[in-house]
């Protein structure tokens, strides 16, 4: 028996299909206006946050001219200030640079073990009070880190990490100076826990009926599973040690020891008359943290995901 077909005049004129045509049409406009509308609000919103950094590369790259004036497009081209800042800075640029490299070096290992073995316990392991103890712990976010400088400060002079000795060994203690006292990461232990917390728990309880014990299982098991995670904290330390400046000028006696961002306020006391020096070089400072922030972008976002996730 042939089958019987609806005539195209009918469909059209079913008004019930036109209505349903119309309801679609007005759904996809006002979609298509909401992502315009938060297009338009995100791209103002990035553009007040770029500007800044805009107006110092183009202050740096302008020999003359009031570098407090808004504008769009530098008046001319020069890399003398660039060329100043290496040559013309009582502290050697290179050695800021290094400090810069070895304080990163050092505070992202000793962040990112403590914070990876302290997660571990407090996600995995059963012991009375665990809760308790992250908590207070999380409690701790709420206060400045002004709120411990001096206790930071009186610390580090009672392990005698400024004391003068010869000039290898003060730098080593003076390095620890500025790395120890934020070697304790309460927001990379949340986030590593919180990571620890989204791997299946009969991975776990596999390996411990094979015989593995704790730190084989958080080195075997948590380490591998959590990479993006660590990955994503590592950044972030990096980042935050990179910048160091307040606890830098407080602690270090030596300015050869300064890391670049606190040697900045070097590079302003030498071209007092010349701020187009210290914007170039705050722009040479931001330069890495850009590089590390591209290349590890894949796993920030998926670590930070995951954490969020857990």
């Known amino acids: 028996?042939?089958?019987?077909?609806?005539?195209?005049?009918?469909?059209?004129?079913?008004?019930?299909?036109?209505?349903?045509?119309?309801?679609?049409?007005?759904?996809?406009?006002?979609?298509?206006l909401r992502n315009a509308a938060a297009y338009a609000v995100l791209i103002l919103i990035a553009l007040i946050m770029?500007?800044?950094?805009?107006?110092?590369?183009v202050t740096s790259l302008e020999p003359t001219g009031n570098i407090y004036e808004a504008k769009i497009l530098p008046t001319a081209l020069s890399l003398r200030n660039y060329l100043e800042v290496f040559s013309g800075t009582t502290v050697p640029f290179w050695r800021l640079i290094l400090n810069s490299v070895i304080i990163c070096v050092l505070g992202v290992t000793f962040t990112t073990t403590?914070?990876?073995?302290?997660?571990?316990?407090?996600?995995?392991?059963?012991?009375?009070?665990?809760?308790l103890i992250f908590y207070s712990i999380?409690?701790?976010?709420?206060?400045?880190?002004?709120?411990?400088?001096?206790?930071?400060?009186?610390?580090?002079?009672?392990?005698?990490?400024?004391?003068q000795t010869s000039p290898l060994a003060d730098a080593a203690r003076?390095?620890?100076?500025v790395v120890l006292p934020g070697a304790a990461s309460i927001v990379g232990l949340f986030l590593l826990r919180q990571a620890y917390l989204g791997i299946p728990?009969?991975?776990?309880?596999?390996?411990?009926?094979d015989g593995a014990r704790e730190l084989t299982i958080w080195r075997r098991i948590m380490l591998p599973l959590a990479t993006p995670t660590i990955a994503a904290f590592a950044i972030l330390e990096f980042v935050a040690?990179?910048?160091?400046?307040?606890?830098?000028r407080v602690m270090l006696p030596d300015k050869n020891m300064l890391p670049l961002s606190a040697g900045l306020l070097e590079l302003s006391g030498t071209f007092s008359t010349n701020s187009r020096a210290v914007m170039a070089g705050a722009v040479i400072t931001i330069i890495p943290i850009l590089?590390?922030?591209?290349?590890?972008?894949?796993?920030?976002?998926?670590?930070?995901e995951g954490a969020v996730k857990g």
């Not at 409690?139 to 880190?145: E, R």
């Not at 003076?174 to 100076?177: D, E, F, I, S």
């Not at 040690?241 to 830098?248: D, E, V």
Request: net charge positive; proline share 6%.
């Open 1 to 32: 028996m042939p089958e019987t077909t609806l005539p195209q005049t009918a469909l059209v004129s079913d008004p019930h299909a036109q209505l349903a045509a119309q309801l679609k049409a007005q759904r996809q406009r006002r979609e298509r």
């Open 50 to 57: 770029l500007y800044p950094f805009y107006w110092t590369l």
């Open 114 to 131: 403590l914070a990876t073995l302290a997660a571990y316990p407090l996600a995995r392991m059963r012991f009375p009070g665990r809760d």
């Open 138 to 163: 999380l409690i701790l976010m709420v206060l400045p880190n002004e709120a411990g400088l001096i206790v930071n400060y009186i610390t580090t002079i009672k392990l005698g990490l400024l004391a």
């Open 174 to 177: 003076q390095y620890l100076a």
């Open 201 to 209: 728990q009969e991975l776990i309880e596999a390996a411990r009926i």
């Open 241 to 248: 040690y990179w910048n160091s400046f307040l606890w830098a």
């Open 291 to 304: 590089i590390v922030f591209l290349m590890g972008q894949k796993y920030f976002m998926k670590g930070l």
